[in-house]
C-alpha cells in the first residue's frame, strides 16, 4: 500500500500546492449533505426506474414485492405477473446499471490519476478491445459453450485480463513504468485487437449473429439476473474501498511525478497496483454489460467541477453519480424506440458528447486551461 509523509508539496509550475488539492473549506461541510442527497437521489432513480416499462408497476407496489421477497412477510396486493417483472425482470437490471455504472466512473477517476490524462478511460489500456475479442469468439464461434449463459462474461473477462497483462509487460521499461508508455501501448493493442474483432466479423455468415456482435459491442444490460449482480458488486466494493484509502498518493499523482516521490510515494508500485485494480474491474463491468463508453471519461470530470480535486469526495460522488447516470440511461434504452432497445453505449455517447463539451467551454480550468 503506497504511503505518504507529511510534507508541503509543490505543483509542477514550482508554486505550493497540497498533493491532496483540497476543494474550498466550505465543501467539508456540505460534503456528507451531498453525499446524502445522491443516495436519496439513487434510490428514487433505482424506484422509478423499475416502475417505468410495457407494464407500469406503482413505486409502493415495487417495494412490496421487494419487502416479501426478501422477508417473506406479504404487505399488500399483486399479481404473479406484476412480481415476476418487478423482482426477476426489471430488479435485476436495474441494479446491474446502477453496479456497472458506478464501476466505470470510480475507474475513470483512477485511471486519470494514474495516467494523468484529462482523456484517460476504464478502457485507455485495451482491456475493453481484448474483452470483445472474448465476447466476439462465443458469439460467432461458438468458444466455451460449455459454461451455458456464462460463457460470454467468461470469454470476455478472460480477454481483459490476457490484453492487460500483455501491456503491463510490453509498458515496463527498465522496471519502470511510464504512463506516457501505458497509454501508447494500450491505444496500440487496441487498434490490434479492434482489426482481429473486424476480421472475424468480416468472416462470419450468420447475420444474427453479426447483429449480437454489434449489440454487445455498444454495451446492453437486457437478460440481467440476480446471480449476475454478486461478483460485480463484491469487486465495486472492494475497488472502491481500496481507492478511497489511497486518495492521499492518489493526490499526489495528480500534483507531478516529482511532488509524489518527494511526498514518499513509490510511484512505480503505486501504479502497478492501480493499474491491476482498475483492469479487474474494468473487466468485470465489460464482461456483463460490454463496452459502455464515456461513463467513466464525462463522470469524473463532472463531479470535479462540484466537488473539487481532492480524491477522498471525487471518487464516492463519482460512484454515486455513475450509478444514478446509467439506470437512467438504461431506462431511456428500454423505453424511447419500443419495443425496441437501444445500446447503453449509443444513449452515452449522445447525452455525453455534447454535455462534455458544453463543460470544457464553460469551464476550461478543469481540463488542463489554465485558472483565471
Known sequence: MATVTERP?????????AAQSPAPRRWDARF???VLGLLVALLVSLTLAVTIGPVGIAPLTVWQIAVSRLTGLASGEWSAAHENIV???RFPRVLLAAVVGAGLAVVGVAMQATVRNPLADPYILGVSSGASVGAVLVILFGVFQFLGIYALSVAAFLGAVLTFIVVLTLAQHRGT?????????GVALSYVLSATMSFMVFRADEAEG???VLFWLMGSVAGAKWSYLTLPLLVLLIGTVYLVLQARPLNALVAGEETAVSLGVDTNRFRRVLMVVAAMMTGVMVALAGAIGFVGLMMPHTVRLFVGTDHRRVLPVSLLAGAIFLVWVDVLARTVVQPEEMPLG?????????FFLWLMRRRKDAFGGNRT
Not at 177 to 185: D, E, G, K, N, T
Open 210 to 212: 453479426i447483429r449480437s
Open 177 to 185: 513504468l511510464s504512463p506516457v508508455r501505458l497509454i501508447l501501448v
Open 346 to 354: 449509443v444513449i452515452t455517447a449522445f447525452l455525453g458528447g455534447p
Open 32 to 34: 456528507p449533505v451531498v
Open 87 to 89: 423482482w426477476l425482470i
Open 9 to 17: 508539496a509543490r505543483s509542477p509550475n514550482g508554486s505550493a500546492a
